[in-house]
């Protein structure tokens, strides 16, 4: 998914066909069931869930779920507060929900089982309804439980970028790009294949004094990697000229991992977290990204040759996550993978802020993350202050307070963890106080402990979780209601 040539936000798709037939601003965002020809006015977008097939690379070929037979699923690019319809067509034979992942958007068509929103019946229709808001590189994708079964939810090819363009112009760049990252063909193992090299210098606030010797559960692995749907030398290469500011939208689109992204001779200077820009924008060699997160980064491109865009794990690299950055006439044929300088500094989110105090807030809200090894069934449990999913009135919010959320990580993986239907802003890393940064999904470093601040200003229910989806599945989540 390549936006050549734009030194502004444009929709890529052009002006959709229905909008003009809104004749104004929806009163409330909604979701109905789809009558076909009865619907009142044509949809902006619409989306197929269907079996398909993806050559991942020649005589590399799966099958999955996907939308309308595209991987990733079809760029959905609007202006800010602009009504949006989507028709949603389900042909399998589960039901499916479409999250709207970082938007402001009601319980009801959010795309969540746990927040009311209705599903998607199998070999059935529906439209969503929503005003697309805030501005930023938002996406779209499966919110299904999967449980055992990995080809469901957040495994399949159900995902999709949904751009919203602000009102006012963020900068200029001569091409735009979104690079989507998955894994294919998840399986369980008790091997695990990302481990977490221990670092000195990480202060683990969080870790107990006596390690945790119940044996592991399975995790879940992928022997297959790729970016927009290609293994890396398998899509068309990025093809750039000296001198071109690319602005790249990565996202994270993978069921499990997470992943830390190179370009050797190049910078990425990171202009927005989740969407949102940051106040800090800053150069950094490697962007470490989590399942649900995106960054937003403009590369100059000014040291010509022909490299790989891609994981520093050789392990996933070479398994297809990575894609060919070419300069225009280069004679060198084979693209050169060599490890970034500064290959092993720790992602730091604070470096994007700036450190500012924060208005003192209504209420500290702890949050206890807690594995349970290996059981039942081989496969690790979650809990949240103290019990898997679901929590019935243990977290409440007035609206318009200012909560102070502060999520302790008392397991050896890191969690992304997700607010659904609004922003938080970063608080503290890990003991470093920072500002202004506004995220939707926050990597939790293992052993590590993370404050954000979230108003309640979305009423309805909401649901928090972290963004693994064998995490979420079995027990990594929460509901937090308004009162
Ligand atoms: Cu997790």
């Known amino acids: ?27 409330h965002a909604m979701m109905a069931p789809l009558k076909p020809n009865a619907a009142g006015h044509a949809a902006d977008f619409s989306l197929r ?104 939810g957040s495994y399949t090819g159900q995902f999709g970028f949904l751009m919203i363009d602000p ?29 977490e090299l221990p670092d000195p210098n990480d202060p683990m606030p969080e870790k107990p004094a006596k390690p945790d010797l119940r044996p592991n559960g ?28 690319v602005l790249i939208h990565l996202l994270n689109a993978s069921a499990s991992q997470i992943h830390r992204i190179g370009l050797f001779g190049h910078h990425f200077h990171v202009v927005a977290l989740d969407g949102n820009p940051v106040p800090e924008p800053q150069s950094v060699d490697v962007i470490e990204i989590a399942p649900g997160e995106r960054v937003d980064a403009i590369v100059e491109m000014n040291f010509p040759g022909v490299w790989i865009l891609g994981e520093l794990r ?15 006439n280069q004679a ?70 200012r909560y102070r959320l502060v999520f302790h990580n008392r397991s050896d993986d890191s969690h992304p963890v997700h607010i659904h239907r609004h922003l938080f802003e970063l608080v503290e890393i890990n003991g470093k106080p920072t500002a202004g940064i506004q995220k939707d999904t926050v990597i939790v470093p293992a052993f590590g402990r993370v404050a954000v601040d979230l108003i309640a200003g979305q009423p309805g229910l909401t649901l928090f979780h972290c963004h693994i989806q064998q995490h979420m599945d079995f027990g990594f989540k929460a509901l937090f209601r308004y009162v």
């Open 218 to 245: 399975l995790e879940v692995s992928a022997p297959l990697y790729s970016i927009n749907g290609k293994m890396l030398g398998a899509g068309d290469p990025l093809r750039v000229r000296p001198g071109e500011r």
């Open 314 to 328: 050789d392990v996933a690299r070479q398994s297809g996550m990575g894609i060919v950055v070419e300069y225009a």
């Open 1 to 27: 998914m390549i936006a050549a040539g734009a030194d502004k936000w444009r929709p890529a798709l052009g002006e959709p066909p229905g909008l003009q037939q809104v004749p104004e601003p929806l009163p």
């Open 49 to 152: 869930i269907a079996p398909m097939m993806v050559e991942l690379a020649p005589q590399v070929v799966i099958s999955t779920i996907g939308y309308n037979d595209k991987i990733p699923g079809p760029l959905m690019r609007v202006r800010e507060g602009q009504p949006v319809t989507v028709d949603v067509v389900n042909e399998t034979d589960v039901p499916e929900y479409v999250h709207w992942h970082g938007l402001f958007v009601p319980s009801e068509v959010d795309g969540a089982a746990e927040e009311g929103t209705p599903p998607v019946p199998p070999h059935g229709r529906r439209r969503y309804q929503f005003v697309a808001t805030p501005a930023g590189c938002r996406w779209y994708h499966s919110h299904t439980e999967a449980m055992l079964d990995l080809h469901r």
């Open 332 to 401: 060198q044929p084979r693209p050169q993978w060599i490890a970034p300088a500064r290959a092993r500094t720790l992602w730091d989110y604070t470096i994007f802020g700036k450190p500012s105090p924060h208005p003192p807030p209504d209420q500290i809200i702890d949050m206890v993350f807690e594995k349970v090894p290996g059981s039942p069934h081989g496969i690790n449990h979650w809990l949240v202050n103290g019990k898997e999913y679901p929590h019935d009135r243990e977290f409440l919010l007035h609206r318009g307070n």
């Open 167 to 195: 009102a006012n112009d963020p900068g200029s760049y001569d091409q735009e790009v979104f690079l989507a990252l998955h894994e294919w063909e998840a399986f369980l193992t008790t091997t695990d294949q990302d481990p």
